[in-house]
């Protein structure tokens, strides 16, 4: 065929039907990113804690490749209260902070955490200072650490338990 006359009108409904089922299985075994986090704000657009709320159950959020340093928590912790995967850029790169003010990450939902540091959550009457989990968590290539609270129970996940299913 003479690529001057490659008309996509010409194409026959066996080739079309081709071509659809070709681009759904490729859009089928990519992951469903929920948005890419841009704003290491706490809070409004681009920022993770918008990405959480925006995001629908089964979707990945992922981290603009130039956002290095720490994300400060300044309204509370981060709640993921349905299953989600947070894909960061390395615990080297990404810091969350709960800024020695409270918790950092309260999971209710089947969680994956990949790629973050989660430091300096505190907590004075509670469980897991940087991630009480009551929901199913699994944490790949992160660092909990400076994490802390008034018993072992406090700091720095809770329950361990749920880590190991």
């Not at 290491?40 to 681009?46: E, N, R, V, W, Y």
């Not at 509670?126 to 968590?137: F, M, P, R, S, V």
Request: charged share 15%; aromatic share 6%; proline share 5%.
């Amino acid at each position: 065929m003479n690529a001057a006359r490659f008309k996509p009108k010409n194409l026959n409904m066996k080739t079309r039907s081709l071509f659809f089922i070709l681009a759904a299985a490729a859009f089928l075994r990519s992951p469903v990113l929920a948005g890419v986090v841009y704003n290491m704000a706490d809070a409004g657009p681009g920022t993770l804690r918008q990405a959480i709320r925006d995001a629908a159950a089964g979707e990945t959020i992922t981290f603009h490749p130039s956002l290095i340093g720490t994300i400060i928590l300044q309204s509370g912790q981060l709640v993921i209260d349905k299953n989600l995967t947070i894909l960061g850029p390395g615990p080297d790169k990404l810091a969350i902070s709960g800024y020695r003010a409270g918790r950092v990450i309260y999971v209710s939902g089947e969680v994956l955490l990949s790629g973050l540091r989660i430091t300096e959550g505190s907590i004075t009457n509670d469980d897991g200072a940087g991630i009480l989990n009551q929901g199913t968590l699994t944490i790949r290539n992160c660092k909990v650490m400076g994490n802390s609270g008034p018993t072992e129970a406090a700091s720095p996940i809770w329950p361990l338990a749920a880590l190991y299913r």
